[in-house]
Structures are given as C-alpha cells and as structure tokens.
C-alpha cells in the first residue's frame, strides 16, 4: 500500500518560517513540492532532478529550502521569510518507475495559511 502524507502547515504571520514534511513508503520516492492557491493552477515550488541538484520557482528562491532524508524517506521544505503570496495548499509529490517511465503519487496537502 502507498502512503504519502504531507504535515507541517499551519498558520504563521508575514516574515515567519514553516518546516514541511513528507513521509512516503519505500516504494515510492518523494522528489518535489508544489501548491496550489483557490482559484488557481498547481504550481512547482521546489523539486529535487534526478541528477540530485535542486530546483526552485523564482517566487521562493533564497526563501525555501528542499530537502530529503534518503534513511526515512521523507521530504521537508524549509519555509522562511514568509509572505502571504505563499498561503496555499502544498503538496508533495513522489514517483516510482515503472516499466520506463514514472508514476506520479500525490498526497492530500497540508494548507499553509500567511495571515497577520
């Protein structure tokens, strides 16, 4: 059985920070982030390539951090200098390789909220 769940959103003031986390199963492998504000599409916010260097939109550089811890297969997201542009529901998505091709995963969100 798959299992992908997202934690660590809440509701914190302009300039404050947040720690997303991600815990997968071992079949599948976690590798990026991305939100999606009401009304609008699902956006990437950071991922980690395949070749391992990271990937960040414009909007979060030098804000977000991505991370993976490889022993737990999870997945986190450092969140600093928060502005109310980033309030969304965040997801994390994962993969897994099937037959030559991947399988894309995704968890429920976990709803971040910037909000003086």
């Known amino acids: 059985q798959v299992r992908l769940e997202e934690s660590g959103g809440g509701l914190v003031q302009p300039g404050g920070s947040l720690n997303l986390s991600c815990a997968a199963s071992?079949?599948?492998?976690?590798i990026a982030w991305y939100r999606q504000a009401p009304g609008k599409q699902r956006d990437l916010v950071a991922r980690i390539r395949q070749n391992g260097t990271l990937e960040y939109a414009d909007s979060v550089k030098g804000r977000f951090t991505i991370s993976r811890d490889v022993v737990h297969n999870t997945l986190s997201l450092l969140m600093d200098k928060l502005n109310p542009e980033d309030t969304a529901l965040y997801f994390c998505k994962a993969v897994r390789p099937s037959s030559g091709y991947y399988l894309d995963y995704w968890g429920r969100g976990t709803q971040v909220t910037v909000s003086s």
């Open positions: 071992l079949s599948i492998n976690p």
